[in-house]
């Protein structure tokens, strides 16, 4: 039998009442949304805004004890709901955990909570002239902590890789209460198996993280962009595709589609040229001597791919309005459709062309229009697929749904997977069967039971569902 009707009280006399926000309060709906595309909201029975390890493992501690299901949170800028409380219970934020503890030049390492913004990491990063390269696109306001749940992504993965590769160790509060520690600071290790690895990306199913050792890198001393402008996916596509066979390394190589141009012209400060069916954003960097010839050869490069026009941005200002505008096409396009289901597929590399041209013939053959952009240098392309109907009509949803269903087959036809950055949470979980064989989904079942036998840590999420503590 669970304690959810006093959860609130009991957490209110063991952390304070400032920690909980309770019944009655005008924030608590705010921790039963994300930023998902689910026209319904999950409100928790309380939320509580830990500020410490011990605070975050006390929360642990009493869901077990009171069998009231408990779902981590971060910023709540995840697009899948994987922290979103479906099984009501509470919502453990780690919010307010914001400090910086260490930035070490010598070890080239950070030690920081898991509340901080990512794009706050890396400011201070770069006061030292170190470098924090994972740039989710939400990095003004997603917070560290999520992202190493998630094991985000961002542009810059293509030369430097995801949150994974950044995180050296954690500390980690476990359901029941227990605080564990493990990684390393070093470098390099090999010592025991990999814990670190197995919590991240877990999307907060494993344990709660309360500390990260992140791995900084010295930062480049220069960087420059270009903009191939071309007529369509097609030839950006086929363009990507040249560049990866050439062994080029920028450290970013991205395309936009004209939907997801259109939308950011009203508001962007870069002004992208009125032509373009699609542009191919291409960032370079290291030695300021080498940016010159890097932009040039790729310039070359790009015009000998057909592209119509090839626009350089070197000036830091220039640069920054360039990156603003493409962090403007997600939150542009949600607020330009009533219903915009971002999918997140990834394809190996050589399939890039296949897979948009697959794109078009999920849009043509279900009448959904589809708005492509992202990381295509990584095969990884936010197809997002749009509608103004009305988003709480089931049939409207079962259709745009069936349509995310044509596209994930096309995907995995393809060779490729569900979700390239964003996660599964709850919106894909039912999806993972067309991925996974029943006996890799059954190992993750053990996986997750040996963390959370009580199965009340996040329930429902990231696997497809089957009876737990919550649901039976
Ligand atoms: C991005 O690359 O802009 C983000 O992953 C956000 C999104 O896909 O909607
Ligand atoms: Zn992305």
């Known amino acids: 039998m669970s304690d959810i009707a006093t959860i609130t009280s009991v957490l209110e006399r063991e952390l304070g009442a400032s920690a909980i926000i ?15 595309p689910l026209p319904e909201f999950f409100p928790p029975t309380c939320a509580a805004l830990v500020e410490s390890t011990e605070q975050a493992a006390a929360v642990l501690r009493i869901c077990l004890e009171r069998k009231v ?34 930035i070490d030049a010598g070890d080239l390492v950070a ?51 995801v949150t994974r590769e950044y995180i050296l160790g954690l500390e980690v509060a476990l359901m029941g209460g227990e605080v564990l520690r493990c990684g390393r600071r070093t470098a390099k290790g090999v010592t025991g198996y990999d814990l670190v690895a197995g919590f991240v ?36 596509g086929a363009a990507i595709s040249a560049l990866l066979r050439d062994g080029l390394r920028p450290r970013v190589l991205e395309l936009a589609d004209r939907a997801s ?35 040039e050869k790729i310039g070359m490069r790009c015009d000998e791919l057909g592209a119509l026009d090839i626009l350089a941005a070197t000036e830091p200002a220039e640069r920054r309005a360039v990156w603003e505008a493409r962090r403007l096409i997600s939150p542009s396009l949600k607020a330009s459709y009533r219903i915009k289901l971002n999918e997140d597929i990834c394809v190996p590399r050589g399939r890039i062309v296949e897979m948009l041209a697959r794109v078009d013939r999920v849009a043509a053959e279900t009448g959904v229009p589809c ?66 064989t029943e006996r890799v989904i059954e190992w993750q079942h053990r996986w997750k039971a040996m963390w959370d036998p ?17 649901n039976e």
Request: net charge negative.
């Open 261 to 295: 141009i259109d939308v950011i012209r009203p508001k962007s400060r870069y002004r992208f040229p009125d032509n373009a069916g699609a542009i191919v954003l291409i960032e370079v960097d290291g030695e300021p001597e080498a940016m010159a010839t890097m932009m």
């Open 454 to 470: 009580s199965g009340l840590l996040n329930p429902g999420k990231r696997l497809p569902a089957r009876r737990t503590a919550c």
């Open 69 to 102: 299901p408990v779902t981590p949170r971060g910023a709540g800028s995840g697009m899948c709901g994987g922290a979103l409380p479906i099984h009501g219970g509470v919502v453990l934020s780690t919010e307010r955990m914001t400090r910086i503890k260490e």
């Open 22 to 36: 309770g019944p009655g309060h005008e924030r608590l709906d705010d921790y039963g949304r994300d930023e998902s």
């Open 201 to 236: 990306g877990t999307e907060g199913t494993f344990g709660v993280i309360t500390e990260l050792t992140v791995k900084l890198l010295p930062l480049p001393m220069a960087a420059a962009t270009v903009l191939g402008v071309f007529d369509g996916v097609a030839t950006a």
């Open 371 to 436: 708005a492509v952009f992202g990381h295509a240098g990584d095969g990884n392309l936010h197809v997002n697929l749009l509608s103004n109907d009305d988003p709480a009509d089931p049939a409207v949803r079962k259709h745009m749904w069936a349509a995310a269903k044509q596209l994930f087959a096309h995907t995995i036809e393809l060779g490729g997977t569900l979700s390239g950055e964003h996660g599964i949470g709850l919106t894909k979980r039912d999806y993972v069967t067309m991925e996974q």
């Open 111 to 161: 030690v920081v909570e898991p509340g901080v913004v990512t794009g706050k990491l890396q400011e201070a990063a770069e006061a030292q002239q170190l470098f924090y390269p994972p740039d989710p696109a939400s990095l003004e306001f997603c917070s560290i902590g999520g992202n190493a749940a998630t094991n985000a992504g961002g542009p810059r993965a293509f030369k430097y890789g």
